[in-house]
């Protein structure tokens, strides 16, 4: 659900103008409006973590860098990472997403001193800690809390910075099209959203 955006990055994760930015997962669904999002709330800097057969969309997004996690180890990346270079913001939207990654504990390595990570999904034990003692002051686990406010903002930036959905694919709503649409997500392969229309 979009609101999640705003909710994850501007409040979640406190992005303010001039921040820098990773996000993990940068070619799916979240990923891309993640890419835009920042873009719109002033970020200075955004890296992007996807596929390297993804790393041109995610630069037209936004993106001033694409890491090809397929090539490259993130810590590899980063070894030579300065003070100044770390981020404020790490979005996560990989881990916990069905492929076994878990990027949280080196995500936390590349945070400023006063940055964030935050995920929506992850392992058992962050969403366990979610529901009983609560997250360290650094780590943000989002659950949506649709409202009208954040869909109004979402709508104001189509208009104002361009901002758009990338669509993996639209699909009727229809038994055997929810089980395409889910079967497509399930392969993790969508580039975007799966769009279900309930006017097809």
């Known amino acids: 659900m979009l609101p999640i955006l705003p909710q994850s990055l501007r409040d979640a994760g406190s ?14 669904g979240c990923g891309t409006s993640g890419i835009q999002l920042s873009k719109a709330l002033g970020a200075s800097h955004i890296e992007a973590v996807c596929s390297g057969k993804n790393a041109a969309l995610v630069q037209e997004l936004g993106a001033d860098k694409v890491i090809d ?8 990346h ?3 990472l300065k003070e100044e270079e770390k981020f404020d913001v790490v979005y996560d939207t990989a881990s916990g997403s069905g492929g076994g990654e878990d990027y949280k504990e080196k995500s936390l390595k590349l945070l400023s001193k006063e940055g964030q990570y935050v995920a929506i999904n992850g392992a058992a034990s962050f969403w366990v800690r979610q529901f009983t003692i609560g997250q360290k002051k650094n780590q943000k686990l989002v659950i949506v809390d649709p409202n009208t406010k954040d869909l109004e903002d979402l709508a104001g930036m189509v208009t104002e910075s361009g901002f758009r959905p990338v669509i993996a694919k639209q699909l009727p709503l229809t038994e055997d099209a929810v089980k ?7 392969s993790r ?3 975007g959203k ?4 309930m006017t097809m």
């Open 15 to 28: 992005l303010r103008p001039g921040g820098r930015v990773l996000i993990i997962g940068a070619s799916g």
């Open 69 to 76: 996690y397929t090539q490259e180890d993130l810590m590899e």
């Open 78 to 80: 980063f070894k030579e």
């Open 180 to 186: 395409e649409g889910f079967k497509l997500l399930k």
């Open 189 to 191: 392969r969508a580039v």
């Open 194 to 197: 799966v769009v279900f229309d």
